[in-house]
């Protein structure tokens, strides 16, 4: 059976949430909507979804709340999220904080007055991204090992998006040299021979659909 991704769209706008729920259906994807941050923060408790989008909801700071909620949460903080900033004389009512929006960690960004059917190759690009998203849990008791891990991860991420090699290298270089630091400082440490919890281990999940929550 095929498995359509499933979006979450939050507005108080019940006009604007239905045509965005038409136009996102017409391209076969599945859509849930939510008037306020009490509804979204139960449907997301109940049900998974592959991205969120959060529009203009009221009292003004729950747009912010929600985002924060989601963050927090590890089963959604890695969800793609696309902000929809109230218009402009709206701003005031329901709109984000300049200091909420320092905080704010969205992968797009955009405001009202905008078309549905402009939103959606934002949504098939933030979905395509996170499908191709790669995962990775280091687990190890010293920090030094997990960052050296993440750094060498990370040069490779860069590859993978098409990065200069040349910068790449340098990135690299700088990496496993401090990789190789801290493997010569552990490998002269009784703990790192005898206790089996300083093993390191990596899981790493790539789902070309998604990413497996």
């Not at 998974?48 to 912010?64: H, K, M, Q």
């Not at 860069?158 to 270089?173: H, I, K, S």
């Not at 040299?177 to 790192?192: A, D, E, H, K, P």
Request: with cysteine; proline share 4%; glycine share 6%.
């Amino acid at each position: 059976m095929e498995v359509y991704e499933r979006i979450l769209v939050v507005d108080n706008e019940p006009e604007f949430a239905e045509a965005l729920r038409m136009t996102l259906h017409a391209k076969s994807y599945q859509v849930v909507t939510a008037g306020n941050k009490a509804q979204a923060e139960e449907k997301v408790s109940k049900e998974e979804f592959d991205a969120v989008v959060v529009g203009t909801i009221t009292p003004r700071g729950d747009a912010f709340a929600f985002h924060q909620w989601l963050k927090k949460n590890p089963k959604t903080k890695d969800l793609p999220f696309l902000v929809i900033d109230a218009r402009p004389e709206r701003r005031l009512v329901e709109g984000w904080r300049r200091d909420e929006g320092m905080q704010l960690e969205a992968d797009d960004y955009v405001t009202k007055p905008i078309e549905p059917a402009m939103l959606v190759p934002r949504i098939q690009r933030l979905l395509e991204k996170a499908a191709e998203r790669i995962r990775v849990l280091v687990v190890d008791d010293h920090t030094v090992v997990r960052d050296g891990i993440r750094a060498v991860l990370f040069n490779l991420y860069l590859l993978r998006l098409g990065y200069d090699p040349g910068f790449v290298g340098l990135v690299n270089a700088v990496g496993m040299l401090v990789f190789s630091i801290l493997v010569l400082f552990l490998s002269f440490s009784q703990n790192f021979n005898n206790d089996k919890r300083n093993a390191c281990s990596i899981v790493i999940s790539l789902d070309c659909e998604g990413i497996t929550r």
